[in-house]
Structure formats: structure tokens, C-alpha cells
């Protein structure tokens, strides 16, 4: 258990950290006293500050220097701010207007919506498409592609859309491709996979093989934690003080090339928590060590029961957190109202 603080103490760790995430240098005693006209005397703050240092939400990276927030002073200060209030109005009516005024597509959501993370945190962020809870089918497209080599298209309930180019053992016309994808489509649309594997139905050779690889597809489609993953900001962490010519940045960033690892992260957190609930995850929290400079902000969107995906930001642990966990949870709700109102039937 961490020691509770007084009142003064926790505005003067505010104060550090505020100071620390603007400007990266440590934070001293006189400093504070005159950049902030503080009605305290250095030697008060000197003592606040060294009693926070042995509480263990500051520390003094050498003897004669300042302080600087250890991962349990930036989760104090996070976890004051979960309750804050939200992004000003003007903003919220800014980023909403960008969506609206975008077509309705899956795919550009998703770009703007990392585009729009990483711009308002001035850090890397991450979306992942929603992802069916159930997957079920929506709509089954062929499309002949050159010589025996088929596209096939399956649309998901919820917007998740899987694609995988088939080599068919002869050519087949495009209209009879079109045939049996309308026929496939007819027969399991809104099934899922557990209802289609229970139908009684008398197939041709082509739609025999197709449902095979329908089938599949959906298999594959519910043992995935998460959809397709994208990505923006990534200069914006690798332009930070700390990840200067530093191996840290590279490591992670690992968490948005490894799919194993982002996925580990959002089993153990984001996935347990509400929609549109914020998780903020400093220092790896012990479990992550290619997080161990960093601080990971995420949250849940879209329709239970339906199709969820998660968003979020990655930066250095000197993080604006105030706005970047607003912006957070208004871009979860955001899309999750597009979800509703857009992809489930």
C-alpha cells in the first residue's frame, strides 16, 4: 500500500509532474517556489518533496539533483484524472465533424481514428477494427481474378471484413461465381458458424468447396482477439527525449509490429474492462518489460455481443495524460455510436 497524502503534498506532486511532462527536467525545491509563486517556503517543498521520494512517487535520479515521477506517482496523478472532465466542446465538435463528413467505410474510419489519436496526444496510436464477438456472416462476394485464381470476400456482421485469394482446380466463369456467392449468401446469412455446420443442404462441387473455406474463415475469425490494426505517430514517440538514439523506442514499438504481444496487452486489460471504460497501463506494470519506458492508454468501442475493437495511444511514461485519456474516451464513444448506428443490422 502506498502512503496517503495530504492535501499539499498531492498539489505539489501535481505540480511535478505537470512541470516534468511539458519541459523533461528534474523538478527542484527553489524551482517550484518561483515558477509556480508558491506561498511556501524551499525548504517546506524540499521536505514535501523528500517525503514524497520516500513514499515512492518521486525519486532523485543523483544526490544533487531534482525529482522526477516513479511509475506509482504518474498512477496517482492517473488515477485522479480517470474521473476529469471531458475533451473541451469545440474539439469534440471538430473531431465528430471529420467523421461525418467521411464515407461510410470501415477502413477510413479506422485510419482517421488513429490519425485523430495521434495528432490531439502528440504520441503513437493504435485502432483495431471491430471484431465480431460471434462471428457471423453478412455477405459472401467471388470475384475472378486472373487464370484459376478466385477473391474471395466475407463480410462479417459488425463490419469485419476477410479476404483470401483461391486457386480453383479449373477456371470458373465469373457468373458462375456470382451464382454461388449469392446462393452461400442466401443460405448463412446471419448464421453462425456453429448453426452452418448444423445445415442439411444439397451443394455442387464448387459451393461444397467454398462453404468449406467459409467455414474456415470464420473459425479463424473467432479464435482472433482483435481485427486488423492501424497505426499513426509513430515519429511523434521516436522524437521524444527519452527514445533519442535510445534502443527503448525500438522495443516499444514492438507492440505494433508483434501482434502476439499486442494482443497478450489487450487480453489482460482492455478486454476486461466496459465499453468506452479508459485502462491506463504505466511501466508495463511489472508484465511488459518492452514497456518499462512507457505508458499505454486504451479503451474498448462498440457493441457488445455484436463486434468490439480497441483504441488507444503509446508514449514515453511523460505523457500529456490528462488529454490523451479524453481523448481516449470520447473517440471510444465516438466510434462506438458509429458502430450502432452504421454496421449492426
Known amino acids: 500500500m502506498m502512503t496517503e497524502l495530504t ?24 524551482y517550484l517556489v518561483e515558477r509556480y509563486n508558491l506561498d511556501l517556503s524551499p525548504a517546506t517543498v524540499r521536505n514535501e518533496l523528500a517525503s514524497l521520494d520516500e513514499a515512492g512517487y518521486l525519486y532523485q535520479p543523483h544526490t544533487s539533483a531534482g525529482r522526477l515521477p516513479t511509475d506509482e506517482g504518474y498512477r496517482y496523478f492517473v488515477g485522479r484524472l480517470l ?20 464515407r461510410q467505410n470501415m477502413e477510413q474510419w479506422m485510419k482517421l481514428a488513429a490519425s485523430v489519436l495521434a495528432h490531439q496526444s502528440h504520441a503513437a496510436s493504435l485502432v483495431t477494427a471491430p471484431h ?13 481474378t486472373r487464370g484459376q485464381q478466385v477473391l474471395m470476400v466475407l463480410v462479417m456482421i459488425g463490419g469485419e471484413i476477410r479476404q483470401q485469394v483461391l486457386t480453383l482446380a479449373e477456371p470458373v466463369s465469373q457468373e458462375q461465381l456470382s451464382a454461388t456467392a449469392a446462393r452461400l449468401t442466401s443460405m448463412c446469412s446471419g448464421l453462425d458458424l456453429a448453426t452452418i455446420r448444423k445445415l442439411v443442404i444439397q451443394l455442387s462441387p ?35 527525449p527519452e527514445f533519442a538514439q535510445s534502443e527503448d523506442a525500438r522495443k516499444a514499438l514492438r507492440l505494433l509490429e508483434e501482434r ?21 497501463v504505466i511501466g508495463g506494470e511489472g508484465n511488459w518489460q518492452e514497456l518499462k519506458q512507457c505508458s499505454v492508454v486504451l479503451a474498448r468501442y462498440g457493441v457488445p455481443g455484436t463486434a468490439l475493437g480497441t483504441l488507444g ?11 490523451t485519456i479524453s481523448t481516449v474516451r470520447f473517440m471510444a464513444g465516438l466510434l ?10
Open 83 to 102: 474521473q476529469e472532465k471531458d475533451l473541451p466542446v469545440t474539439t469534440q465538435r471538430t473531431i465528430s465533424h471529420q467523421f461525418y463528413q467521411s
Open 260 to 280: 502476439s504481444l499486442l494482443d497478450s496487452l489487450l487480453a489482460n486489460t482492455v478486454l476486461n474492462t466496459n465499453i468506452n471504460g479508459v485502462q491506463v
Open 7 to 30: 492535501d499539499r503534498q498531492k498539489f505539489i506532486l501535481t505540480l511535478v509532474i505537470h512541470d516534468y511532462v511539458q519541459n523533461s527536467l528534474p523538478i527542484g525545491s527553489a
Open 336 to 345: 462506438s455510436d458509429l458502430v450502432t448506428d452504421t454496421l449492426v443490422d
Open 313 to 323: 495511444v503509446i508514449g514515453p511514461t511523460r505523457m500529456f495524460y490528462g488529454k
Open 132 to 144: 465480431p464477438e460471434n462471428a457471423r456472416i453478412k455477405h459472401l462476394e467471388l470475384i475472378a
Open 206 to 240: 464448387l459451393e461444397e468447396d467454398m462453404m468449406k473455406l467459409l467455414t474456415q474463415e470464420l473459425d479463424q475469425s473467432m479464435t482472433a482477439i482483435s481485427g486488423d490494426l492501424y497505426t499513426d505517430g509513430l515519429t511523434n514517440v521516436l522524437t521524444e
